[in-house]
C-alpha cells in the first residue's frame, strides 16, 4: 500500500471560500476546453462536489445518477428533483440490471465492494464516457476514504491511487477529487458556503455501495427491498436525534421467531446509530429505551419477513460505522 501523500486541511483551519476559489482554478485548469462527468448519489460529499463541480464548469460538466437499484427509498426522484431546483440538470442512469447481475452469487464483503466497483467505474462510466467523449470524472473522495484504505481497515470504492491503480490505464479517463483534502466535517462547511441547503450538507452520510454495504451476505433484489424499508423506518424513527450518522443494517442467518402462535424463522435487523465528528472514531448514541422501543416495534410489525431487532453498543474502532 502506497504512502497518503495528500495534505490534508483541519476543519478548524478550512476557509471555504478560499477553498472553493481555489478548486474552480484547479478545475478549470483540469479541464480546459473538454467535458467532464459526475455522478450524484445524493449523499453530502458527492452533492458538494456536484455543485462545486458545476460552479467551475458550467456546461463543461455532465451530472449522472445512477440508479443500481441498491438506493434509498426513491431516491434518485427525489435528488434529481433537489439539484433541478438548484438550476443544476441530472440524468438518471438505469443500470439495475448492471449491479444485480455482479453481485449475484457474492458474500464476502471485499469482493462486493471490488464488484460494485467494477460495474460503476468500467462498466456503467465506461459507457458514459465513450458515448459523452468525456476525458474527466469528477468525483467526491474525502480523506477518510483514503486514510482507512491506505490502512488496510477497508477498502473504500472510489480509491485508487493508494492501490497503485491508475484510472486513465484502467478505466479510459482521468478522475479529479477536489475535496480529498477534508473529512466530512469540512466538506459540510464547504457545502454551507456553496449555498446548498442545510437538508443536503446536513444529511446523514450514506456509503457508496449504497444499502450493498448494510446486507450481510450476498445481496438479492429481495434482501435490498426489506433493508430498503427498515432503512426508511430507521430514519423517520431517528430523524430527531443529534447523532452522526445511523442505519438498519440486515443479517445473513435467519433467527427463530414468532408470528401467529407458530415459530418463524426470520430475518435479523441490526440497528446503528453513532455520535462523531469525521467518522474516525465513534461512540454508540445513547438513545432512549422509548426510542428503541418504538423503532424495532415499527420493524417488526411493518416488515414481516423480520424477527429481530437489535442495537449495536460497540465503539469505533474496534467496530467500523458500516458492517459491511
Request: one cysteine or more; proline letters at 5%.
Amino acid at each position: 500500500m502506497k504512502k497518503i501523500k495528500i495534505k490534508g486541511i483541519r476543519t478548524e483551519a478550512l476557509k471555504p471560500k478560499e477553498f472553493i476559489e481555489e478548486k474552480i482554478r484547479e478545475l478549470k485548469e483540469a479541464v480546459e476546453d473538454g467535458l467532464a462527468i459526475n455522478a450524484l448519489s445524493g449523499g453530502v460529499d458527492s452533492s458538494v462536489v456536484t455543485a462545486l463541480g458545476h460552479r467551475a464548469l458550467g456546461k463543461q460538466l455532465k451530472t449522472y445518477f445512477i440508479d443500481n437499484g441498491i438506493m434509498r427509498e426513491n431516491e434518485p426522484r427525489k435528488v434529481a428533483a433537489i439539484f433541478k431546483g438548484l438550476g443544476i440538470p441530472i440524468t438518471i442512469v438505469d443500470a439495475r440490471a448492471d449491479f444485480f447481475k455482479a453481485l449475484k452469487g457474492v458474500a464476502d464483503p471485499e469482493e462486493k465492494r471490488e464488484a460494485i466497483t467494477q460495474t460503476f467505474y468500467r462498466n456503467v462510466f465506461g459507457r458514459l464516457v465513450k458515448k459523452s467523449g468525456a476525458r474527466s470524472l469528477l468525483q467526491g473522495t474525502i480523506l477518510t476514504d483514503v486514510e482507512e484504505t491506505a490502512a488496510g481497515i477497508k477498502r473504500q470504492h472510489n480509491v485508487f491511487e493508494q492501490l497503485g491503480i491508475d484510472p486513465q490505464k484502467e478505466f479510459g479517463y482521468r478522475i479529479l477529487e477536489p475535496l480529498v483534502q477534508i473529512r466530512k466535517d469540512g466538506v459540510r462547511k464547504v457545502g454551507r458556503a456553496l449555498g446548498l441547503p442545510a437538508s443536503v450538507f446536513n444529511r446523514i452520510p450514506f456509503p457508496g455501495p449504497a444499502l450493498a454495504a448494510r446486507v450481510i451476505g450476498e445481496v438479492t433484489p429481495e434482501k435490498i427491498r426489506l433493508v430498503r424499508k427498515a432503512t426508511s423506518i430507521t430514519e423517520e424513527e431517528l430523524g430527531s436525534v443529534k447523532a452522526f450518522q445511523y442505519m438498519a443494517i440486515l443479517h445473513e442467518d435467519r433467527v427463530t421467531g414468532m408470528r401467529s402462535g407458530k415459530r418463524r424463522f426470520g430475518f435479523q435487523i441490526e440497528i446503528r446509530c453513532w455520535d462523531s465528528v469525521d467518522a474516525r472514531i465513534a461512540k454508540p448514541t445513547r438513545l432512549s429505551w422509548q426510542k428503541l422501543e418504538s423503532l424495532a416495534g415499527r420493524v417488526v410489525e411493518e416488515i414481516p419477513e423480520v424477527v429481530s431487532v437489535t442495537y449495536n453498543i460497540g465503539t469505533k474502532p474496534p467496530s467500523t460505522i458500516e458492517a459491511v
